[in-house]
T-cell receptor
Framework: KQEVTQIPAALSVPEGENLVLNCSFT??????LQWFRQDPGKGLTSLLL?????REQTSGRLNASLDKSSGRSTLYIAASQPGDSATYLC???????????FGKGTTLSVSS | KAGVTQTPRYLIKTRGQQVTLSCSPI?????VSWYQQTPGQGLQFLFE???????NKGNFPGRFSGRQFSNSRSEMNVSTLELGDSALYLC????????????????FGNGTRLTVT
């Protein structure tokens, strides 16, 4: 059974710092992995989707990497801003057509 | 382009009642999924519909049901509400169903906050 873990559960950093959020999954045979952002009381916003054949994806100040063999993904945020404060969730689609399995997220707080 | 719309935003119900939640996907999206989010369990998959057919179902009791209409709009129903059903219910749409081989990101609505008293 696929399990997704995100550590740490919460992270506080000063503005301008580069940071890395971690996601690990127990079964390396995945179809794709997505990173989402959730603001309080809101839905999820898709940030990056990495296909199983890819190693990384980039969007602006965000870079997500995928290492299937070790069951790990990281989300790198460059030059963090207070507006980056949110909960970040990673989700794995284990096989095509199966539901996403989510981690419980890392709540990021960026102070000005 | 309008995003995923969920109505209502908030609901308060009492135990034993039933509730219907609505989701309108992004125009052109044919796949709609439903998730339950609670502080303890996180996000858990309820079901997915594609072209009016349920393609996938999570591990929830039969009190939870859903359907999809020909215009891709979806509803979910919870009968005989329990206190533990209090949660944020999120709907997500995507362009394609995963088995087509196209990797379509999910787009989520802002959810319906259900409180059962």
């Amino acid at each position: 059974k696929q399990e997704v873990t995100q550590i740490p559960a919460a992270l506080s950093v000063p503005e301008g710092e580069n940071l890395v959020l971690n996601c690990s999954f127990t079964d390396s045979a995945i179809y794709n992995l997505q990173w989402f952002r959730q603001d309080p009381g809101k839905g999820l916003t898709s940030l990056l989707l990495i296909q199983s054949s890819q190693r990384e994806q980039t969007s602006g100040r965000l870079n997500a990497s995928l290492d299937k063999s070790s069951g790990r993904s990281t989300l790198y945020i460059a030059a963090s801003q207070p507006g980056d404060s949110a909960t970040y969730l990673c989700a794995v689609e284990s096989q095509a057509g199966t539901a996403l399995i989510f981690g419980k997220g890392t709540t990021l707080s960026v102070s000005s | 382009k309008a995003g995923v719309t969920q109505t209502p935003r908030y609901l308060i119900k009492t135990r034993g009642q039933q509730v219907t939640l609505s989701c309108s996907p992004i125009s052109g999206h044919r796949s709609v999924s439903w998730y339950q989010q609670t502080p303890g369990q996180g996000l858990q998959f309820l079901f997915e519909y594609f072209s009016e057919t349920q393609r996938n179902k999570g591990n929830f009791p039969g009190r939870f049901s859903g359907r999809q209409f020909s215009n891709s709009r979806s509803e979910m129903n919870v009968s005989t509400l329990e206190l533990g059903d209090s949660a944020l219910y999120l709907c997500a749409s995507s362009l394609e169903y995963s088995t087509t081989g196209k990797h379509s990101p999910l787009h989520f609505g802002n959810g319906t906050r259900l409180t059962v008293t």
